[in-house]
């Protein structure tokens, strides 16, 4: 059974930093390029960062320099560390693992940054 289960999420003032972990399991985690994705109310579904299979970051420009994507196939974590955090970055954070045609979705951590 597949899962990718997210932590991290929270309440933060604007400026502050969070960390979002998400943990794979049942699934070959080395093959998947892993992603977050983010809600916001009302809002699509929107990517954030990715990374692939041999660590390359990719990242939406609205997030450059601010976050950074990380991936420790040891522990078939992923990692978003979120610096400088501004009240549009409040979401529902999903972890995405995708390695065609499969396509997996955690449940999602809400971030939530107060001005």
Known sequence: QVQLVESGGGLVQAGGSLR???AASGIGFIMYTMAWYRQAPGKQRELVAAITT???????DYVKGRFTIARDNAKNTV???MNSLRPEDTA???C????AP?????????VTVSS
């Open 96 to 99: 995405n693992a995708y390695w």
């Open 54 to 60: 041999s660590s390359t970051p990719n990242y939406a």
């Open 102 to 110: 499969r396509n997996h979705w955690g449940q999602g951590t809400q």
């Open 92 to 94: 529902v954070y999903y």
């Open 79 to 81: 990692y978003l560390q």
């Open 20 to 22: 979002l972990s998400c």
